[in-house]
């Protein structure tokens, strides 16, 4: 191959990798509702989110530290289902995660079960603004309930 031909695939394929991390950054718009288990350490930390906050370069967003929940609803093969979403940052970086299952019948209790036992590895210690879910543990469409409350969680911690 000549060199001029192989610097312009080498461009091509670099430009079609940058595009394509590109478009998974867009955020969607969701309203928010924090919640946290009466009683706990993280309904005080919902309640009254620390002084620290992150501003994050790039993104412009700004968030506080604390613990935050939000549900987010998925379609599913038997309907709608929803799952509890907690998460705990620091700095904008996610440092705990806490799923609250929601399942109406046996095949969401056990892929609502997968995703919660797999997605702390996914993402604690990432920036709140890199987190995008598409499967865990074998769970996929638990995954847009996800991501959904993450979107609500971003708002709320702003």
């Keep these: 191959m000549r060199p001029s031909v192989r610097k312009s695939v080498f461009a091509g394929i670099a430009g079609l990798s940058l595009a394509g991390t590109v478009a998974g950054c867009a955020p969607s ?18 309640a009254t989110p620390s002084a620290g906050s992150s501003s994050l370069a790039g993104s412009g967003a700004t968030y506080k530290d604390g613990t935050y929940s939000a549900d987010g609803n998925y379609v599913s093969p038997n309907g709608t289902e929803t799952v509890g979403v907690q998460l705990t940052l620091a700095g904008g970086t996610v440092t705990a995660v806490d799923i609250t299952q929601h399942p109406s019948n046996p095949n969401t209790r056990k892929f609502q079960g997968e995703f919660a036992g797999g997605i702390a590895s996914q993402i604690v210690g990432k920036n709140i603004d890199e987190l995008n879910v598409s499967k865990v543990a074998g769970s996929s469409l638990t995954s847009g309930g996800f991501n959904q409350a993450v979107e609500q969680i971003k708002s709320e911690a702003q």
């Excluded at 718009?29 to 919902?46: H, I, Q, R």
Aim: glycine residues 6%; negative net charge; charged residues 5%.
């Design 29 to 46: 718009a969701t309203e928010s509702t924090p919640a946290a288990p009466a009683g706990s350490a993280a309904a005080t930390s919902a």
